[in-house]
């Protein structure tokens, strides 16, 4: 029961300041029962904890703006959030939990096209759309007027706990946006949603200023006293082609902000949505995606905006239909994705980098061109750092100095004989840095050209043999280098038939490209070793022994079974690995195949060649992440400890009945256990193995009402359990869906 007393800011949220100047003339005199002064104890008896409706995103009772731009996914948005809250199953807003409770959506703005997007989108989902829990007020009406009415419909439902306003504008029945006494009521009215039963979050969608040109410039239209009623402004921000995002503004957010969450705006049909001539209609839903969903999108569009930018700069007297052609962008009909092409151009024009001539044709500006050329740039200016030039446009001259001896090679061309220290003359004293070079190749190698063999020794100059070893003028040790790599004397004597397969002392600017377009980055690059490098771009790399640092570890020449007889010691996560895959009669299957293999390989590759932490070698192993996670079992994902718990009886005959009935691995959502496999009769699937015992084991966990299963109960109780193992079967949380979070039962440690 709520015991605080109400103060002066109620009166005035309620009564306004007339009703609160009505209440301080009837107190009379100090001495009545109306007081304006607090002492800080009592100030402070009215604290009310954050109570979050969206899990460190919306709180109950307070109010927030949701501002974007038109067609950049307000209402998609604002009707995720709506579902997620409103639905019977656990559900997420992005990675955001979610507590469940009843919606009133407020549709001030085209009705229609709202019900066109709720046709599509239920048509899509796998639970009942029909047990949300949300209502909907079409069309504009005076929320003053009609406030008692809302406020005793609120009461009937048991209170509710989201509102939305879809558009705030919709509902500014005043004559002037602008006007900040105006704005300021308009806000004020709205917040007085908050007191209505239940204590609802309200989040009123807002059209920015026509000046927003970025996210951080996405603030409510009309006078700045609206803004400043508001709780939080979030902002929503479209990019990448069909990407939105939406963050908290960081000049207008009450509390610790959240990081942004990633919508993708999916252009939907189906079989209920069509027109009167039984035409699918498309629209539109937003669907929460995760970090490598956006990464890989927006790759996909930056690749589309170069291929646009190459085609445009061959020929830019093409039409659209022509320019979509020309990137191989059709339709399943043959015909040109005119619409791709033109949102591209869009993004491109939004960006300066395209322009429109005459009004039919486009082109590249100076920028485009820069940017087209931009990588050739990016890798001359390295060049140059690399090489102690100057980034300068004046006229190049050489310093001389020593002239070098016969056998050493020009840092340019590579070639030897005449060879002296140059620097380059345009930089000051004390910064310049002198290399061994020709006269002619001074200029070229300071002003960063690409050299012209590529960084190779110069094999018929004098003296190449003893470069390459270091100034040795004796043969290089192969024979033995090899073995110390771990291969054998038939692996040597096959490599010797081959001028190409001794093992450089050095690593040269071909071999460090080459290592770049394998992934490793320059700093990791510096710290190989040069029979490191050589490991890594050899040929036949699968034959060879990684033995730093860590266990050595034989490759096969093919993909086989050979991990059978690999023989495990000490904390090799090699080992640990194929321990786990002996295990599991179904994996040899599928990891003989030369894809996994591959995949496999490089995943050694970097743990053992570039010493990299295994926290980050998990991320590599992409899609077979999860069964890496079960058998290897990191650190992090680690069962408790066999301590006594209570209820370790219940948690095993629920961890047995799920693998009977289910198995181990398969992921199951509460709405699911609680919808589908409750609803099933034993009698009626007798071939169904366990389904008795687990229809048993749940309701002994999570029983409530009528002999039925609370979900919230068991959604409490599987998060209890999580973790602990008993009798080698551990109950696991497996990420989540937008029917909720998955769990699933693993076998072993």
């Known amino acids: 029961m709520n015991t605080k007393q109400r103060d002066a800011n109620d009166i005035l949220r309620e009564e306004g300041t007339d009703g609160l100047r009505a209440r301080i003339d ?58 997620s809250v409103a639905c019977i199953g656990s559900a997420w807003f992005g990675s955001h939990a979610v507590e469940r409770g009843k919606v009133v959506y407020l549709v001030g703005e085209n009705p229609d096209d709202v019900r066109c997007r709720i046709i599509g989108a239920n048509a899509h989902r796998r639970d009942d759309p029909n047990r949300d829990r949300i209502h909907f007020i079409p069309g504009v009406f005076d929320i003053v007027a009609m406030r008692e009415l809302l406020a005793a419909e609120a009461q009937q439902l048991d209170g509710v706990d989201l509102i939305i306003v879809d558009t705030s504008a919709a509902y500014f029945l005043q004559q002037d946006e602008n006007s900040n006494p105006q704005m300021g009521t308009h806000a004020r009215m709205l917040r007085s949603l908050t007191m209505l039963p239940g204590g609802p979050c309200v989040v009123t969608l807002c059209h920015p200023h026509k000046w927003a040109n970025q996210p951080s410039e996405l603030l409510p239209r009309g006078g700045g006293a609206y803004l400043a009623e508001m709780d939080g402004n979030l902002t929503l921000w479209k990019h990448d082609d069909n990407l939105v995002t939406l963050r908290p503004d960081a000049n207008k957010f009450r509390g610790p902000g959240f990081e942004p969450i ?7 049909t189906t079989p209920e949505l069509v027109d009167r001539k039984e035409r699918q209609l498309p629209t539109v839903q937003a669907v929460a995606i995760s970090e490598r969903e956006e990464e890989q999108q927006a790759a996909e569009a930056e690749h589309d905006e170069d291929q646009l930018l190459d085609e445009l700069n061959r020929n830019s007297n093409r039409s659209v239909a022509k320019l979509a052609r020309a990137c191989n962008w059709f339709f399943v009909n043959g015909e040109p994705y ?16 395209v322009k429109k001539v005459r009004g039919r044709h486009w082109c590249l500006t100076p920028e485009g061109k820069k940017a087209l050329k931009g990588d050739d740039d990016d890798e001359t200016e390295q060049r140059i750092d690399d090489r102690s030039g100057a980034h300068s446009k004046k006229p190049f001259h050489a310093l001389r100095g020593m002239k070098q001896g016969d056998t050493v090679p020009c840092a340019y061309c590579g070639k030897a004989g005449d060879v002296y220290k140059f620097a380059d003359g345009r930089l000051p004293k004390g910064k310049r840095h002198h290399a061994a070079l020709h006269a002619d190749c001074a200029e070229p190698f300071f002003a960063g050209k690409p050299k012209p063999n590529d960084g190779e020794l110069d094999k018929t100059s004098p003296g190449w043999q003893s470069r390459a070893n270091g100034g040795s003028s004796k043969a290089p040790p192969q024979e033995q280098q090899l073995r110390d790599l ?18 450089a002392f050095m690593i040269t600017a071909k071999m460090k490209r080459d290592l770049r377009e394998r992934g490793l980055s320059d700093q990791e690059i510096s710290e190989l070793t040069p029979q490191h490098a050589h490991i890594i771009l050899a040929d036949n790399v699968e034959m060879t022994s990684y033995s730093s640092p860590g266990p050595t570890i034989p490759f096969p020449s093919t993909p086989t079974r050979w991990w059978l007889n690999h023989e495990t010691t000490g904390d090799d996560p090699v080992g640990k690995l194929i ?53 290897e079992s990191p650190p992090s994902d680690a069962p408790r400890e066999q301590e006594e718990v209570p209820g370790r009886a219940a948690l ?39 389904l008795r015992e687990i229809q048993s084991a749940l309701l002994a966990v999570a029983e409530g009402e009528a002999g039925k299963i609370d979900p919230a109960r068991l959604e409490q109780w599987l998060r209890k359990n999580s973790g602990i193992e008993v009798g080698q079967l551990t109950l696991r949380e497996r990420g989540a869906d937008n029917a909720g979070v998955q769990w699933t039962v693993t076998r072993g440690a």
């Open 262 to 268: 990633t919508f993708r705006l999916e252009k939907i």
């Open 579 to 631: 321990a786990g895959m002996r295990r599991d009669p179904d994996i040899p299957e599928w990891f003989e195949s030369p894809e996994a293999m591959e995949r496999y390989f490089e995943i050694k590759r970097k743990f053992y060649v570039r010493n990299i932490p295994r926290e980050s070698i998990m991320a590599l192993w992409d899609r077979y992440e999860q069964w890496l996670v079960s058998y």
């Open 486 to 503: 771990g291969l054998s004397d038939s692996d040597i004597s096959e490599r010797e038939e081959d001028s190409s397969s001794g093992i």
């Open 652 to 690: 095993a005959a629920v961890l047995t009945a799920w693998g009977k009935a289910f198995g181990c691995g398969t992921l199951a959502t509460v709405p699911f256990l609680v919808d589908d496999v409750m609803s099933l009769d034993p009698k009626e699937w007798p071939d169904q193995p366990g």
């Open 338 to 353: 005119k619409s791709k092409a033109q949102r591209v151009l869009d993004r491109l024009e939004k960006a300066k980098l």
């Open 26 to 83: 009837a107190a009379g005199s100090p001495q009545g029962t109306f007081r304006l002064l607090k002492s800080q104890q009592e100030f402070l008896a009215g604290f009310v904890p954050p109570d979050y409706l969206v899990d460190g995103v919306l709180q109950r009772r307070f109010i927030y703006s949701l501002t974007a731009r038109t067609g950049d996914g307000k209402t998609a948005v604002a009707l995720l959030l709506s579902r």
